[in-house]
């Protein structure tokens, strides 16, 4: 499993970003996915998750209401749609594939590279 994030970039606040976790050419469908983000100067955290073969989705309280993840109907790429941004979303977002619905690193096998998202006026 090779693992893509992308979609960041530099976002005014009030902004929206669609963020995609793909692995080319495979469906994710048997892997939960998650996204976590890692802010300058902090410890990564767990932003949203959904599970496996069109599971459930499991949202940090932080996230909730601005944030959701899903799944294509094609189970190629889960996307992270975060709507207003504000200037403390600014961190890499990092998506991660394991076997279980979960917000704990640990249960993540598979990492991404990471894909910056910056909100600045």
């Known amino acids: 499993v090779q693992l893509q994030a992308s979609g960041g970039g530099v976002v005014q606040p009030g902004g929206s970003l669609k963020l995609s976790c793909t692995d080319p050419?495979?469906?994710?469908?048997?892997?939960?996915i998650a996204w976590f983000r890692q802010a300058p100067g902090k410890e990564r955290e767990f932003v949203a998750a959904?599970?496996?073969?069109?599971?459930?989705?499991y949202y940090a309280e932080s996230a909730k209401g601005r944030f959701t993840i899903s799944r294509d109907n094609a189970e190629i790429t889960v996307t992270l749609q975060i709507l207003s941004l504000k200037p403390e979303d600014t961190a890499v977002y990092y998506c991660?594939?394991?076997?279980?619905?979960?917000?704990?690193?640990?249960?993540?096998?598979?990492w991404g590279q990471g894909t910056q998202v910056t909100v600045s006026s």
């Open positions: 991660a594939a394991g076997g279980i619905l979960s917000s704990r690193e640990a249960e993540y096998r598979y």
């Open positions: 050419g495979t469906s994710l469908d048997r892997y939960a």
């Open positions: 959904i599970g496996r073969y069109g599971g459930r989705s």
